[in-house]
């Protein structure tokens, strides 16, 4: 019976471990990850705070900082090889110094990057 905003704001705070007062700006779109059979229904947000991540050891492998310049460079997303035994798949990846987001979490920021390049065509 949860709401997604609400589920957005409860997994921002288990996950990471903020609390400071934040704004919804509105929802992305749904992202459906087939490996784990989930949709994910992520939000963006803005705070006027600079973060102070603490992640959860146990759901956060590590906590990556990208700036929204480096996200809008046309050569940002590329593709990663997945090995998982004899399953081999390519998958967007976005390389960010040694760290590579990839899956659902790379999805959802080319999604975002997506927005920001149509909000700015409306705006020049």
Known sequence: GEKSAAAA?????EELGFRSEIELL???PDCYVFASDYLV????ATTAIEPKWHPHAREVQAVVELPLSM???DQTI???TIERGP?????PCIRI???????ATCIILDDLANL???LMETME
């Open 78 to 80: 590329g593709r990663l």
């Open 9 to 13: 704001l409860r997994e921002l705070d």
């Open 87 to 91: 399953l081999v798949f390519r998958a």
């Open 71 to 73: 996200l809008l460079e």
């Open 41 to 44: 229904m992520p939000w963006l």
């Open 26 to 28: 509105g929802q992305l």
């Open 116 to 118: 920001l390049r149509q």
């Open 97 to 103: 110094g040694p760290a590579r987001v990839w899956g």
